[in-house]
């Protein structure tokens, strides 16, 4: 645990809770210390500096300190580069923030997967929507692969034996990656997948990983979608449920 003060650390809040009348408690995801709790004290007072940058999908530099679980916010200032996102888009931004809410553990940094959400964030309010898509497509897969809930992609996960090229396979939750039956709903043949493990390699750039999810785009949606909900030990993500709720209507 930290127990001295850190500062200039790049940020981003995922989710806030009232504490008391006038404080909060903020998840925020940092680069260098992972995902971590932080009080906002007096954050609610009108006159605090804390409430307009406090926000979700925004960047940050943060400075905190002490060693409990919960650890102080001591500064928070916008780092500015992008407008909040609206409709379907801050959806999407909800969305990401709600899997690193339930699969990053406390305190374990993931500097990578930090750049990838800066990315996608980025991304959020600037593109089209075929672009966001693929898009929160890389984040999931580089989300699962940092955390080691992942399978390599390019063997079969229970044998380890090499995928080829022509055949197709799925992407299993209780199972891995496996050999395509004919009642599955969603593949992709053994060379896209191949594709897809190249560009997750730990040089390639998040770009590459979004290049090589842009043909595929309804077929990983719906097998990662599968593999997120039984990791997250939920049949339906509450973010999910928000956009059918909004859709129905």
């Known amino acids: 645990?930290?127990?001295?003060?850190?500062?200039?650390?790049?940020?981003?809040?995922?989710?806030?809770?009232?504490?008391?009348?006038?404080s909060l408690i903020l998840e925020v995801f940092t680069r260098g210390y992972g995902r971590i709790a932080l009080v906002a004290r007096g954050a609610k007072k009108p006159s605090s500096n804390f409430r307009p940058?406090?926000?979700?999908?925004?960047?940050?530099?943060?400075?905190?300190?002490?060693?409990?679980e919960i650890r102080t916010l001591r500064?928070?200032?916008?780092?500015?580069?992008?407008?909040m996102p609206t409709g379907d888009a801050l959806l999407s931004g909800y969305y990401i923030n709600e899997l690193v809410m339930r699969l990053l553990a406390r305190d374990d940094p993931h500097p990578v997967l930090f750049d990838a959400y800066t990315t996608t964030v980025q991304l959020l309010a600037s593109q089209s929507a075929d672009t966001l898509q693929a898009a929160l497509r890389a984040f999931e897969l580089r989300l699962l692969q940092g955390i080691g809930l992942l399978p390599t992609l390019d063997a079969q996960t229970a044998t380890l034996t090499p995928l080829q090229p022509d055949l197709a396979y799925v992407l299993v939750a209780e199972s891995g990656l496996r050999?395509?039956?004919?009642?599955?709903?969603?593949?992709?043949?053994?060379q896209e997948w191949q594709h897809l493990q190249e560009a997750l390699a730990d040089d390639a750039p998040f770009t590459d990983t979004m290049q090589a999810c842009v043909n595929h785009l309804p077929a990983l949606k719906s097998q990662l979608r599968s593999l997120l909900h039984y990791h997250c030990d939920v049949k339906v993500l509450k973010?999910?449920?928000?956009?059918?709720?909004?859709?129905?209507?």
């Open 53 to 68: 940058v406090l926000l979700p999908l925004q960047p940050l530099h943060v400075a905190f300190g002490g060693d409990a």
């Open 239 to 249: 973010t999910r449920q928000m956009m059918m709720d909004l859709q129905a209507l």
């Open 1 to 22: 645990m930290v127990t001295k003060r850190i500062s200039d650390e790049p940020a981003y809040v995922l989710h806030r809770y009232d504490w008391s009348e006038s």
């Open 75 to 83: 500064s928070a200032e916008w780092q500015g580069g992008h407008v």
């Open 179 to 190: 050999e395509a039956h004919d009642d599955d709903r969603a593949s992709l043949l053994g």
